[in-house]
């Protein structure tokens, strides 16, 4: 296997993608596919496929496809799907409490155990069942807990502070709802989930 700093982040990007294909064909009772057809399903080439999971090693044989589950398995083993992760998030609002309640983090491996806001009529209400701190405590909670994943759902204009907070707390990873660019050191991971973006760009191809 390359070692980490070696394989491109694209290639990292589409694992989750291979990953959601396999979990789904596994449900359906399929135990083999091939490249072609895992690429006819994600609009992949089957050599790309190919290139992207030789960074990791060999998985599947020339002429029968790969195995399904072995495939599915050695996938999660390399995101570090295997393991169960604690997530911290800032925000309770309307957008906070959709994530909270989002089964389907839980079902992948993603566990939300804090929620912060500075809201004093939010503070103390519960969420599933985990009770909304004051966002003062944040360090304490995030250090003892050692947590590493956190999720932004806070307005923009308090983004960047939240962020500060959680690097400074130790959180090495952060998915950001907020519609700004973050700043954060090169040893932290950030992605963004922004909407309003995504229509913004189709709208270019729709006529009046």
């Known amino acids: ?36 057809e895992l690429g006819a399903r994600l609009g992949i080439t089957p050599a790309q496929i190919r290139k992207d999971l030789s960074f990791f090693g060999e998985f599947g044989k020339q002429g029968t496809g790969y195995d399904v589950l072995y495939l599915r398995d050695k996938l999660k083993e390399i995101l570090h799907l ?3 992760w ?6 309770a609002g309307d957008l906070g409490r959709a994530i909270a309640q989002h ?5 992948r491996g993603f566990h939300i155990v804090a929620i912060f806001d500075r809201d ?3 503070i103390g209400q519960t969420i599933g069942d985990v009770e909304v701190e004051n966002i003062d405590l944040l360090p304490i909670i995030v250090r003892r807990r050692k947590l ?50 995504a229509l913004q760009e189709m709208t270019f191809y729709l006529s009046e």
Do not use: C
């Open 82 to 84: 295997d393991r169960q």
């Open 120 to 122: 004093p009529q939010k």
């Open 1 to 36: 296997m390359s070692p980490v700093s070696n394989i491109p982040a694209i290639v990292v990007a589409r694992l989750p993608l291979y990953l959601r294909s396999l979990n789904l064909l596994a449900e359906a009772g399929v135990t083999v596919i091939s490249s072609a």
């Open 86 to 91: 604690p997530v911290v998030l800032v925000g």
């Open 103 to 107: 089964g389907g983090l839980s079902e």
């Open 148 to 197: 590493q994943i956190a999720i932004v759902a806070v307005p923009a204009h308090q983004a960047q502070r939240a962020a500060d907070a959680l690097v400074a707390s130790g959180i090495k990873a952060i998915l950001s709802y907020a519609p700004i660019r973050l700043h954060v050191p090169d040893t932290v991971q950030v992605r963004y989930i922004d909407p309003v973006i």
